[in-house]
């Protein structure tokens, strides 16, 4: 799998943090020519320049949101223009701001909608003219995949439709020798998770603090080594792959758990 170059080429999306970087951090360890996009040039550069010093040799970047499909195309065209390929595209671009829906913008919705959902259809959309057999497609989703969560309604459900993408485009893009798999983290220990505890409602804290929390590096290792083998769930830690094997038996089991938590916080 190389491109122009002669490396294999990485384009990922929520590149100057995070995930993103953390899964960046790896490719490059092994050699491969990254592609970074992400809104903040400020960000992107410093990621550049983190990796370059740890021994990246080919490590771009591309300034641009993903809720606009033009720009995504043209940075998707020139890329594969350049390489003749791409080898992997991740979409891990997303935001959360929880809150719950009686005190949520309707705008605050469509605009999770646009970065979590549309911001990856339009990287896929504009990335599959240079996919070839052997590439790989993934993207990040989020275990609030698998269930409602209060506290959530903003954000739950462009990750669900994530979900619903990828078991589409796992069925069409097969025949092309096209890889697709979707990654389901819990909390993750970067900024976004950062920011997000930021407007968490006390409710919602309560019922996600079982979960535990992944570092970045833990989660990238895990939608790597999973990629590689060829699995569609990329589910890290035991925690996420029960949810994942089994969450239809265990909603109703956390609804209820959900329905004590948040009526004891509206009796205080």
Partial sequence: MAGGSGLPVAVISGGSSGIGLA????????GWHLHLIA???ALLEEARAALVAEGASCV???S???????????????IGA??????????????????????TPLAAHRLHMEVNYFGSLHLVHAALPHLREGSRITLVSSA??????????AYGPGKFALRGLAESLR???EGAGITVSIACPPDTDTPQYAHENRTKPPATREITAGGGLLSAEAVARSILDGARAGRFMLLPGWPIRLLGLFHSLYAPVFRWQQRRILRRHAAR
């Fill in 23 to 30: 899964l960046a951090r790896l490719l490059a360890r092994e």
């Fill in 144 to 153: 609030a995949a698998f269930v409602g969560i209060a506290g959530y309604s």
């Fill in 39 to 41: 809104r903040r040039p």
């Fill in 60 to 62: 771009e970047t591309h």
């Fill in 82 to 103: 350049r390489h003749g390929r791409i080898d992997w595209l991740v979409t891990s671009a997303g935001m959360a701001e929880p809150g719950l829906f009686t005190e």
């Fill in 171 to 173: 069925l069409e893009l």
């Fill in 64 to 78: 641009l949101d993903v809720t606009d499909a033009a720009a995504c195309d043209e940075a998707l065209a020139a």
